[in-house]
């Protein structure tokens, strides 16, 4: 190990004219393979999480470049850094590279709210995320690494239900919100999350050791710092952020008597991008989207946060696995097996769990919401046991369920889901009348090893 390394100790080195310590630029010839809170070298950036000084919560630390002065576990991009890693192993991209961030900030303000400053409503994601630039400019200006966790832009975007539905004339161009086009006019923001692990796992009612047990054991032991660095009160999980969209002015957002309306959208890549109707993904996407576009219009705003959690959290994989094991078992796809199914392949129901959900709208300052464009429960009971209200639930209208999603809904609205004026009276005669597409798939036949051997060309296949 050179000498230089971080292991070894140094005396740490402060400008005595703003406090800030001399970044520590630790040399990239090396792989340590983890570090421990007692260690030589080890000094990072105090953390005071939760107060509205950003100089006194101090900036977020965990790229390569300050090792000893690191004060945040695992790697920013969240799973995109593994991309990084390849781009670096291809020689594509300079390890020691410094993003240049002057042309990068935020388009629109969003805060600072009272909430920023609140661990019970801010806890996974860094307030001062997207403000680096001006709020830890003396930091920057000494040299160090940090990097942005959100960025704040605008944009427009098309889709043709959009458009659809100004053709019907339930939406009509006004030219501020909505264009002739059909393009609506949004602000955005994209986030990477960012943990404070002692608050997190309160949330989920467990100890932090709990916490960073389970996470360390799960992930194989990818990150050995969660159980060496109880000093390390963050963390940057390896996992998709989230992005908001906002139709109308954000900084109305904050006002209680401005209608907002919102819609908390967890991932589905099938259904959202690709148009599947195994589910009410996307149409009831497109259906918040359209209803914030009618607020604000109005005067109001309209906000849809979308959430990398595809298949419930459980992933893509899981999901088309469940998805088979419905089609295929007895009986078919049936609303009242819906939930059996997850939990017979992946041993749990839902791991999206909303414990964290409700801090990006915190993030935006949103005190009340007056049009919730949800059913779940789940999402529901997060967003008001942290203090927001909610004046009105707003289900997805019938005529939108795609045929082969009747099974979702019954299930879902049969086991307690807000049904609204539109879906009320599913009971068990429905659970075991709705059923699912068929597929006509053969059931599975078991094969030996020997069935998946790869043969030359000359040799044929099996």
């Not at 005396?11 to 090396?30: F, H, M, Q, R, S």
Request: hydrophobic share 35%; charged share 25%; glycine share 8%.
């Amino acid at each position: 190990m050179p000498k230089d390394g971080p292991q070894q100790k140094k005396a740490k080195t402060v400008d005595k004219d703003d406090g800030i310590p001399i970044p520590d630029n630790t040399p990239l010839d090396y792989i340590n393979l983890t570090t421990h809170s007692d260690s030589f070298g080890v000094d990072p950036i105090p953390v005071s999480w939760g107060h509205p000084n950003p100089m006194v919560r101090g900036p977020v630390i965990c790229t390569i470049r300050h090792a000893a002065q690191r004060n945040a576990i695992g790697a920013h991009q969240g799973s995109y850094c593994v991309y990084t890693g390849l781009a670096v192993a291809a020689g594509k991209l300079n390890p020691e590279h410094m993003p240049e961030l002057k042309l990068t900030t935020p388009v629109f303000d969003i805060g600072p709210f009272p909430s920023w400053a609140d661990p019970r409503k801010m806890a996974s994601i860094d307030p001062f995320g997207h403000v680096v630039t001006d709020a830890f400019r003396s930091y920057l200006n000494k040299g160090y690494d940090i990097r942005p966790t959100i960025a704040v832009t605008k944009a427009h975007i098309d889709l043709p239900e959009t458009r659809e539905a100004m053709a019907a004339g339930r939406l009509k161009a006004d030219g501020k919100i909505l264009l002739e086009s059909g393009q609506s006019i949004v602000s955005k923001a994209a986030i990477e999350p960012v943990w404070y692990l002692p608050e997190v796992a309160r949330r989920f009612g467990c100890t932090e050791s709990k916490l960073r047990q389970s996470i360390f054991r799960m992930t194989n032991g990818m990150y050995p710092e969660l159980i060496t660095r109880p000093d390390l009160k963050i963390f940057l999980p390896p996992i998709g952020g989230l992005t908001i969209y906002i139709w109308g002015d954000p900084d109305t957002i904050p006002d209680e008597d401005i209608p907002l309306t919102c819609r908390v959208h967890d991932e589905c890549n099938g259904s959202d991008v690709f148009g599947s109707d195994i589910c009410t993904c996307r149409p009831y996407m497109t259906h918040a989207i359209e209803e914030c576009i009618k607020t604000a219009q109005a005067g109001g705003c309209g906000i849809v946060v979308y959430f990398r959690k595809e298949g419930r959290s459980l992933g893509e994989v899981t999901k088309y696995l469940v998805y088979n094991t419905r089609k295929r078992q007895e009986g078919g796809d049936s609303a009242e097996k819906y939930f059996n199914c997850t939990e017979q392949v992946a041993g749990v129901q839902d791991t999206r769990f909303q414990a964290l959900m409700p801090d990006p709208l915190h993030f935006l300052g949103v005190t009340k919401i007056h049009n919730f464009i949800s059913m779940s429960d789940m999402k529901y009971n997060a967003i008001v046991n942290t203090g927001i209200k909610i004046v009105n639930r707003v289900e997805i209208p019938p005529d939108l369920v795609p045929a082969d999603a009747q099974v979702e809904i019954t299930a879902k609205v049969f086991h307690g889901y807000n049904a609204g004026a539109a879906y009320q009276g599913i009971g068990e005669k429905d659970m075991k009348e709705t059923k699912g597409r068929e597929y006509k798939y053969e059931m599975p036949v078991e094969k030996d090893a020997d069935a998946f051997v790869v043969q030359d060309e000359g040799e044929g296949k099996k």
